[in-house]
């Protein structure tokens, strides 16, 4: 128990300030990537059946997909550099820059030292939800994915169809590896879809069940060759609980398109950061 001093109401009173301004971040050519997919034409897709994960490559200049079918569902997405698979998604840095949930224009940046943009939202048709009465919204970057480490904490027993485990089974098929040799490069998600927020009376992640319908979609431009990790969640729509196979579960369908030629003139993969690493 702590007493407040005489002025907490004059500290409390102090007003936020942003503490990344966007002003100066490279924004994307937003125009340009609309242009690109007016011609573009479907050259991949993958299922992502219920409970577990797929892995997907998009070529940098290309777009991808992410659409509900069937049903209501929670996708758990990890992004990784094609070629380089510890240059991975960064949740944190992106929640900093773009706040809580992502949409139309904000991007997934990848970690240091290379924090540059990965893929670009180019559509959500789910961008009119915005912040609802409880503090929720879609598409966050604040949950991390639903792990059997936590769920073996909070419940006991073993469950093997978490996201965390879904995309550890994934990664590894795909490097031919030990899923032991996956697991670390697993990280923080994108939570497509899910739709979450924090209590204002107690500051707890909370969950509510997705406003997601088949037929909408989220898609990005991949800003650099990718390899995508899509787990979909055994929480379902994420109503009421996951880690189990209690909740209703639908697959996702993932698609690539790629734009005509010539559609990306005068575009170019971002570079890594151009910090220079010395640290002083
Ligand atoms: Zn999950």
Known sequence: MTHPPADAEARRAIRPVICYPTDSLPQPDMALYRAARAGARKVAEVLVPP????TFEVPAGQFFRISSVEGPQ???LNLHNLHDLSERFFSGK?????GTHITTGDRMWSTLPHLRPMATVVADTLGWYGIDAFGGSVHDVIGT???PYTHQLLSGGMYHHCCHS???????????APRAGAEPLVHDVLNVFMCTGFTRDTGQYFMKASPVRPGDHIEFFAEIDLLGNLSACPGGDCSAEHSSDVAACHPLLVEVFAP???ALAGWAPPPPNAYDRSHG
């Open 260 to 262: 005509e030629d010539g």
């Open 94 to 98: 992106t929640r900093a820059l773009h």
């Open 51 to 54: 409970r577990d994960a797929r």
């Open 166 to 176: 879904n995309l550890t089974r994934a990664l590894a098929g795909h490097m031919g």
């Open 145 to 147: 994915r639903c792990d």
């Open 74 to 76: 929670v996708g758990d």
